[in-house]
């Protein structure tokens, strides 16, 4: 009897692909395994068996596996292969796209050697070679007499081995503690050779493990406790809850002792987090609770480590809590009992490219229920689509509306800079009121963050006499002076250019730069405040450098934090007394009808920063708009007030939650073909779908990246239609053009849900 099995491979084809399977490998392809196929002329891959099924395809001639590279146990567990499928329909990208992210490298080679792709980390080790085992170390050592370097290197190995005191054999003794104790190396390679002793290899691995002593988590307050009682009730009926709790009102906490249960009855946790940069801060408080129960997996682990936690999580004895950043999502869990996704709100758990174009926190959920694990949700400002789901009773709903300790929340003082800079009382980028609060906060011994979400010295490079900007070769896109290298940098797709001092247009040197970024906030403040001890965080200056940007803050080594909406990320720091935000309008302008709640989002994370012990914290908020709804209800501290007012415009326009937004780019090397095919498209999918359902096509704000033009089709679908009936139309309508993409090379990719 012939059986074929369904694999998915890392391509980006929609199909699943057919293989046979040979006799002797009948009994090894199972569901899940991995299993290494030829591909294509002169290429082999790493796949995963998706089925196994008796069904030979008619259309082509299938090709046999070669081998099966998972032993009893499968690589990737039933409920991931459910997953796989669900991230595919549901976020319109190839199963071979989602098993890139899934899988570590390691674990999906496609070299020729692919059994040995992933390499244990092994030590050597010399011990008493067959011939000698059982003899009596006087007689090995008479043996070499005539040899003393000799001698003394057997000599050596016995006192390290511990023969004199240890009656059950010998401990182990690595080659590399017997070299530091010897002074002949090359008398050690005789010695070897001779066959006294011999060589062989212990797997080790990589994980590092915790040395620090355990304690026990904090008591939780009243309020805390309340909260904790909150969420194991709605757990009873809901299978996901979201913990809506204002900044430093101990969330962290509550999870620990969520988590802490779990653990005693021997359940799985997933604990998510946005940012690795915050990864490492919670990691200490976790570790101090967990020790070695704990984990940490994100993408900036080596490749080898996540290859072999994802193998720990499949042995009969894996970690019990993960922590990670988006990619955790991932790995496989045998007993899953909770998810917690913290700052759920957070636009870094949503991938942008390459696809799959996944949100981790509507992957958890969906991985949560495939494993009848329950999911907690946790934010100050939750995503208004979260909160919704709350508010309408689809989620359990718990509010945690005091700081811990009765902590006043921060004293927000809204500055109008338009109204300051008329009378002429700024001092370059601050206000009076900003440059006196920072100076009485370093005065008092505390510490202040600065939130400003731009990079770089400035924004743009103008000619001051004919206007002319500085632009990249490759995209539609102003270039941003960075001072630190004397380089004007393209932030999509990376080019760096040498300044222009001389106008290419007019010959005039009347060049200047307008707009600014961090390294100009750093060098005014340096300016006004020589005394402040300026660090510098966003993705330009803390590449792999987060730790150490974070230790020194927390050690009072800097006093000054200057970031991006990294520094917003529920980092929680003992001595912050000042938060100052210095363009608080920036984002609210944007052409997006997230503006507003992004906006309130980033500032209400940051300015949580301030006061979060015995002190209350001040906030001074930099804005040319002190009226806007926005501002307003940040500074009355009115998150429903402002969901209540928002949401009101979301039902009148049916943006999100009352429908699912999907953005379909269409990119090409030529404007006016992408413009063609786009409005092809936008005709069949407005049949498909309804005049009123699709916008566009639209050029974007930045409309050429990388000599590509891009025009956008955004499609706002009803809640009745489900993603796989949206599937089935969106492929119907590309079959339709399939011929006139093809002709035009236009490519064509999917953000659904975008952020």
Not at 477 to 496: E, F, I, P
Request: hydrophobic share 35%.
């Amino acid at each position: 009897m012939e059986l074929y099995a369904d694999i998915i491979l890392p391509v980006p084809l929609q199909q699943l692909f057919t293989y046979g399977i040979p006799a002797e490998l009948v009994s090894s392809v199972i569901p899940g395994v991995r299993v290494y196929v030829p591909f294509g002329r002169g290429r082999h891959l790493t796949g995963i068996v998706a089925s196994v099924h008796k069904n030979k395809p008619t259309e082509y001639q299938t090709k046999e596996i070669i081998s099966v590279l998972d032993g009893e146990t499968p690589m990737v567990l039933p409920y991931q292969l459910k997953l796989i499928e669900w991230i595919s329909r549901y976020y319109l990208c190839a199963p071979g796209d989602v098993m890139k992210v899934l899988l570590p490298g390691g674990l999906r080679p496609e070299a020729k050697n692919a059994q040995t792709a992933y390499k244990p980390k092994t030590e050597c080790f010399v011990r008493i070679s067959g011939r000698w085992e059982t003899a009596h170390p006087d007689t090995v050592l008479e043996e070499l007499k005539k040899h003393p370097k000799q001698q003394d290197i057997l000599r050596k190995y016995y006192e390290l081995s511990g023969f004199n005191h240890n009656d059950n054999g010998y401990k182990p003794v690595s080659k590399r503690l017997l070299q530091e104790q010897i002074e002949s190396k090359s008398a050690l390679q005789t010695v070897l050779k001779n066959n006294y002793l011999e060589l062989y290899n212990v797997e080790i691995g990589r994980l590092p493990q915790y040395r620090g002593k355990l304690v026990e988590p904090y008591s939780l307050t009243p309020v805390q406790q309340e909260a904790f009682e909150g969420i194991k009730d709605s757990f009873k009926d809901k299978n996901i809850s979201l913990l809506y709790g204002v900044t430093s009102s101990g969330k962290t906490e509550i999870y620990i002792k969520l988590i802490k249960e779990q653990l005693e009855q021997g359940k799985q946790v997933l604990y998510l987090l946005p940012e690795i940069a915050l990864t490492t801060q919670i990691m200490h408080r976790l570790q101090q609770v967990f020790g070695d129960k704990l984990c940490i997996y994100h993408s900036n682990c080596a490749d080898n480590i996540r290859a072999e936690i994802w193998q720990h999580q499949l042995s009969d004895n894996p970690f019990q809590l993960i922590l990670g950043a988006r990619s955790a999502v991932m790995l496989p869990f045998r007993d899953l009992g909770l998810v917690i996704v913290d700052e759920e709100h957070e636009t870094a758990y949503k991938q942008e490219d390459p696809a799959p174009r996944y949100n981790a926190r509507n992957v958890a959920i969906i991985m949560a229920s495939m494993c009848k694990a329950k999911t907690l949700l946790g934010s100050a400002t939750p995503s208004f689509e979260s909160f919704a789901n709350a508010v309408w009773e689809k989620y359990g709903f718990i509010t945690l509306n005091q700081r811990y300790n009765n902590v006043e929340l921060p004293d927000v003082q809204v500055v109008d800079i338009a109204e300051m800079q008329k009378k002429k009382y700024m001092q370059g980028l601050f206000s009076p009121q900003m440059t006196e609060a920072v100076r009485e906060a370093l005065q008092s011994g505390e510490q202040v963050i600065l939130f400003h979400n731009r990079r770089g010295y400035s924004g743009t490079v103008e000619c001051k006499e004919c206007g002319r900007v500085q632009k990249c070769n490759c995209c539609d896109v102003s270039l941003t002076y960075h001072k630190n290298s004397d380089m004007a940098v393209c932030h999509y797709c990376g080019r760096k250019y040498k300044v222009e001092h001389i106008c290419p247009e007019c010959g005039s040197q009347n060049i200047v730069e307008r707009g600014y970024g961090t390294e100009r906030v750093a060098e005014q403040l340096n300016l006004l405040i020589p005394e402040a001890k300026i660090a510098i965080m966003d993705s330009d200056t803390s590449k792999n450098r987060y730790e150490d940007i974070i230790r020194d803050f927390q050690d009072g080594i800097t006093n000054v934090l200057i970031g991006t909406q990294m520094i917003s990320k529920g980092f929680d720091f003992d001595n912050v007394s000042t938060v100052g935000v210095l363009q608080a309008d920036s984002m609210m302008n944007l052409p997006d009808f997230r503006a507003a709640e992004r906006t309130y989002q980033l500032i209400a994370q940051v300015t949580g920063r301030a006061g979060r012990r015995q002190k209350r914290g001040k906030v001074i908020l930099q804005t040319r708009q002190p009226e806007h709804e926005a501002i307003k209800q940040l500074e009355a501290n009115s998150y429903r007030a402002f969901f209540n007012n928002q949401m009101e415009e979301r039902h009148l326009f049916a943006y999100p939650p009352y429908s699912r937004i999907t953005t379909i780019k269409l990119k090409g090397k030529y404007a006016n073909k992408v413009e063609a095919v786009a409005e092809s498209l936008c005709c069949i999918l407005r049949k498909l779908f309804g005049k009123d359902s699709i916008l566009g096509p639209d050029a974007p704000i930045v409309s050429k990246v990388n000599m590509l033009h891009i025009r956008n089709i955004i499609m706002k679908i009803d809640h009745k239609i489900n993603y796989i009936q949206t599937r089935q139309m969106i492929d119907y309508a590309l079959s339709c053009i399939k011929t006139e993409i093809q002709n035009q090379d236009i490519r064509i990719s999917f953000d659904v849900d975008p952020l």
